[in-house]
């Protein structure tokens, strides 16, 4: 049977009171595979998180982090800081921090390495743009990102990471992936792990999420590939019935 999470990414929307509201309705919900659920939230909400989700088992988390311990970094948090919080994972490499925030290959690799060693689950997003698409060069651009954040990681540390394949042209635009687009990537990345660490134990259990619009009427066939483990998912997150839905839909393959 196949590991799975369904990742909800809910990027700069709700207030605490919103968050705490949908955190406690969720967990109301019971769901059948609440431990392969998680929510990822503002900073600001992840203590008043840690109280609602409090006696389930759903998992919670952030959407960045800094890879320093302290210091002079104005606005920044620290993985310490988000450890006092109880979080689960953490997001790292997201398009829109790479995009806007001037989050490098370089800066991911440390945020990985920092989270790492103190226990949270990295999520790591790679995935192209539609430019690098139409230009064909989608896997040697995904296989840089990879190669890149994985740098000088242990190979007793590679399950410790999430990955999480975003084509940059599927995410907020309604535009999904083909189920065999998002399988064949997903595969690939299996490969190029494969290849980094020479273990084909490593390369299959490492967990590899679809995200890019994903909705409770495309999540079943996406869900159903092989090496998809699951979805990160943005917009539909953000409504309790369609977030439910597709953990539904995940506990039935
Ligand atoms: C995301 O931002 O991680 C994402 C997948 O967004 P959406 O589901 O809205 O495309």
Excluded at 73 to 82: A, H, Q, R
Excluded at 137 to 150: D, P, R, W
Excluded at 200 to 221: C, F, R
Aim: proline share 2%; hydrophobic share 40%; net charge negative.
């Amino acid at each position: 049977m196949k590991n799975f999470l369904i990742a909800g990414n809910w990027k700069m929307n709700k207030t605490a009171k919103e968050a705490v509201e949908f955190a406690k309705a969720l967990k109301a919900m019971k769901l059948e595979n609440e431990k392969d659920v998680a929510i990822l939230v503002p900073f600001t909400h992840l203590f008043s998180i840690a109280d609602a989700l409090d006696g389930s088992s759903i998992r919670f988390g952030a959407q960045n982090v800094h890879y320093e311990d302290s210091g002079a970094y104005t606005g920044e948090i620290s993985v310490k800081m988000l450890k006092e919080t109880g979080v689960d994972y953490c997001i790292v490499g997201h398009s829109e921090r790479r995009e806007y925030f001037n989050e490098t290959d370089e800066t991911v690799n440390l945020k990985l390495k920092k989270l790492i060693s103190s226990g949270i689950t990295p999520i790591l997003c790679v995935g192209e743009s539609l430019e690098t698409r139409e230009e064909n060069l989608q896997t040697e651009f995904v296989e840089s990102q990879i190669i890149k954040a994985f740098d000088g990681i242990d190979r007793v540390d590679v399950n410790k990471i999430v990955i999480a394949y975003e084509p940059i042209w599927a995410i907020g635009t309604g535009k999904t992936a083909t189920p065999e687009e998002a399988e064949e990537m997903c595969r690939f990345i299996r490969e190029i792990i494969q290849e980094i660490y020479n273990d084909s134990v490593i390369s299959e259990q490492i967990m590899v999420l679809y995200g890019g619009s994903m909705k409770p009427d495309n999540a079943e066939d996406l869900l159903n590939k092989p090496n998809i483990n699951g979805g990160l998912i943005g917009g539909a997150s953000l409504k309790l019935e369609d977030l439910a839905t597709i953990a539904e839909i995940a506990s039935k393959i």
